[in-house]
């Protein structure tokens, strides 16, 4: 089998003047792609409509891998879009890709974040597809996601060599395990197959056509594509071309957000060519990533698809390498926010890496986030995970935790969440008599009672819904890349390597400031009684205004306060001991915590009425583990030394979200570079686990919301994702100007 490079990384072989031509192609790509608005692609829900019935007769997992293949053997092939790598889950770019046996529900967060797409769904899809889907659908609008499957193995041994170990146990086992293993079989064949269908495209494209160098990229696609993603990749393109096909298939199958591109440099690593060009890897990284960008699931909406670089190993290892710099510098060459990047971060880290990353960040450019692996690693442990896997973590998400193939922490998140400020709020709204509480202590007391009785809920219901989601809506593919899965004949949510309980957590700023605020004017100061304070809250604070300023100027998190820092402690260890009490009744593994927002500060704050810490009815939370915006009197390093607090080895296993905004204006570039890295290494060497930063100038921020058509290269973090700020909601501009503001001074 020919194996093809040309024209990337052997640029000896490419055309003459083919470098240019070949970059100006990839950005104009990433044009096309930003400017192509979203639309729905109902090319596989009408695939699967035709099917469905007709195999109700299978057992779920073979009819689920008998659906892949029959949509990827009859779906549209798009080499044109993107003719750099063979791959696409929609017939255009930026066309949703509906699961419509999982429901056609609007996701809340997409459509907040993107107004403009509201009602996309309801005007396109026909009439009679909702009528069958009506009495059929699982519920929601696609699969779990938030996974990183073993693409180590793909790109090292192929899928065909996952095809001969299932094959090999077709007879061992009950029923249920030889059947899931016949399943298995069929989905993998499935993707081998469409990979074919791709090389056999690729290959008439080839000989149409007239551009040489458009020539030359077909026939490395077909090359590929004959091999990748069946056979061990030989070459870096076949590894990337191999991650690709698997990747979108994955989606295919009926995943839905954040599915994660795991450890890429890691993997791919031993494929990096001698003596290379690092502006060739930089290209054939930013055509990989833009593959990824157009085939998201919910068009522009999909914004969490993350890749993470670096990072080391437990023998001290650091696994930077040419691959982590190239990501780095294709990023920051298309400076698009899907898939976003995480770079982990650690003392020995390559100076090489480490300065390219923070003069990015430096610039405005919101990526790399950043993860440091002591903290993360020691959590992992601590909970159960073996020590070598530990090392392994990536990022599935907006923030959380997962190790490629073995867990995936918020797959298994079916723990609900924690919302404290809600629970507090509505603790105090509630009571019968507010007066009767006579401290704060009382007062805390009362709020855990109400956190363990709903965390033993939603324990007892997330168990059962594992089981229901693995009984009804297999995933035999997705299976197929987990460990252990193959072996045991099992689902891979419920035969992954670990499964540990996990529950999302929001609201932590708000609740300190909040009790911190009744403690001060309250119990304290004795300026109002918590009575008075109620009757405050059911109203809006209307009437109350002088009581609502007394509020907001009390002690804010984020000012290395203890008198506020200190209720963060006291919240935390009421979570726990919640938590672990459902370990031991439901006989769980340790759980996990994610501290995870993206826009769901503004969808949780729609839902609870005025809080004690002043804040309005219905308005949004604070956006991180940070200091709610414009209450940061100390700066970023008393907020940084609040957030070392929380301690999150031990009470964030599964993530944290940190915004941290820097003034640009405020410093020139060289000097940015040296403050931002000072704070950085100070943060993560006192134990810090997380940090998101964003070097933003208000002005700046101005003029884009006026003039967008200037601004489309400025990247932004809000809170759990990447974007460009022209494309963001009115409101989340907005935030983000106050942020800038806020420290602009």
């Not at 252990?484 to 992954?496: E, L, N, S, T």
């Amino acid at each position: 089998m020919e194996c093809v490079e040309a024209p990337f990384v052997c640029r000896q072989q490419s055309v003459e003047g083919g470098e240019d031509r070949l970059r100006e192609r990839i950005l104009s790509i990433r044009d096309m792609i930003l400017e192509t608005k979203d639309s729905i692609c109902l090319e596989r829900a009408k695939l699967v409509t035709e099917v469905w019935d007709e195999l109700q007769h299978e057992p779920p997992p073979v009819r689920q891998a008998r659906i892949l293949a029959h949509v990827l053997r009859h779906m549209t092939l798009d080499l044109h879009s993107n003719p750099f790598f063979a791959g696409n889950m929609s017939t255009n770019p930026r066309a949703w890709m509906l699961v419509p046996e999982y429901g056609f529900l609007e996701p809340p967060q997409i459509i907040h974040e993107n107004p403009q797409l509201t009602g996309l769904l309801s005007e396109q899809v026909p009439q009679d597809m909702l009528d069958f889907w009506s009495t059929r659908s699982f519920g929601g609008n696609a699969g779990i996601g938030h996974l990183a499957v073993d693409l180590e193995r793909v790109v090292t041994e192929g899928l065909q060599s996952l095809v001969t170990e299932a094959v090999s146990l077709l007879d061992a086992g009950d029923s249920e395990a030889r059947t899931y293993r016949r399943a298995i079989v069929i989905a993998l064949q499935a993707v081998i197959e469409w990979a074919e269908r791709y090389a056999d495209m690729a290959e008439a494209a080839a000989e149409r056509a007239e551009d040489s160098i458009l020539r030359a990229l077909h026939r490395r696609v077909a090359a590929a594509c004959r091999w990748v993603p069946a056979q061990p990749a030989r070459t870096l393109f076949e590894g990337l071309q191999a991650i690709v096909l698997v990747h979108l298939a994955l989606h295919l199958e009926g995943q839905g957000l954040s599915v994660s591109i795991g450890l890429p440099d890691r993997v791919l690593a031993h494929l990096i060519p001698q003596s290379p060009d690092p502006d060739a890897l930089t290209e054939m990284i930013a055509a990989f990533l833009l593959k990824i960008h157009a085939n998201a699931l919910f068009g522009r909406g999909s914004k969490t698809q993350a890749i993470t670089i670096g990072g080391v190993d437990r023998n001290g290892k650091d696994h930077c390498n040419l691959l982590t710099r190239s990501y780095l510098e294709a990023f920051d060459l298309l400076r698009v926010g899907d898939p976003h990047l995480f770079l982990r971060w650690h003392v020995d880290i390559s100076p090489d890496v480490k300065s390219r990353a923070i003069a990015m960040l430096a610039s405005g450019v919101s990526m790399p986030l950043l993860i440091h692996d002591v903290p993360t690693v020691r959590g992992l442990i601590d909970i159960g995970v073996a020590e070598g896997d530990a090392w392994d973590y990536c990022v599935i998400g907006c923030n959380e935790l997962g190790i490629p193939g073995r867990s995936a922490e918020s797959a298994t998140a079916t723990g609900g969440t924690i919302q404290y400020l809600a629970h507090l709020t509505d603790a105090l709204l509630t009571h019968p008599n507010p007066d009767s509480i006579a401290s704060v202590s009382e007062l805390l007391d009362l709020l855990e009672h109400r956190i363990t009785r709903r965390v033993l809920e939603m324990r007892q219901k997330g168990a059962a819904h594992r089981i229901r989601v693995a009984n009804a809506m297999p995933m035999p593919l997705t299976s197929a890349l987990m460990r252990g899965c193959i072996q045991q004949g099992q689902d891979f949510m419920v035969g992954m390597n670990y499964h540990f309980p996990n529950v999302y957590e929001r609201g932590l700023t708000n609740a300190v400031n909040a009790l911190a605020a009744i403690a001060h004017v309250v119990f304290e100061a004795q300026a109002v009684s918590l009575a008075e304070l109620v009757a405050a809250l059911r109203v809006d604070f209307a009437g109350y205004e002088g009581l609502r300023r007394q509020l907001r100027g009390a002690p804010k998190w984020g000012n290395d306060d203890p008198r506020v820092d200190d209720f963060a402690g006291l919240l935390l260890a009421m979570r726990e001991r919640a938590l672990d009490l459902a370990d031991r009744r439901f006989g769980s593994a340790s759980h996990t915590v994610c501290h995870v927002v993206r826009s769901l500060h503004y969808l949780d704050g729609r839902q609870i009425p005025a809080s004690p810490d002043g804040r309005l009815a219905w308005t949004a939370v604070a956006d991180s583990v940070g200091a709610e915006v414009g209450t940061a009197v100390g700066g970023p390093t008393a907020i940084l030394q609040s957030v070392l607090k929380l301690d999150a080895a031990r009470y964030y296993r599964g993530g944290t979200n940190l915004n941290l905004t820097l003034p640009a204006a405020q410093w020139q570039a060289v000097e940015m570079q040296t403050v931002l890295l000072s704070l950085v290494e100070a943060f993560f060497g006192s134990g810090g686990q997380e940090l998101q930063v964003g070097v933003l100038d208000a002005e700046v921020l101005r003029d884009a919301q006026i003039h967008p058509e200037g601004h489309g290269d400025l990247l932004v973090r809000i809170a759990g994702f990447n974007t460009r700020f022209v494309d963001l909601a009115p409101v989340e501009q907005t935030e983000l100007i106050l942020r800038a503001e806020a420290f602009a001074g």
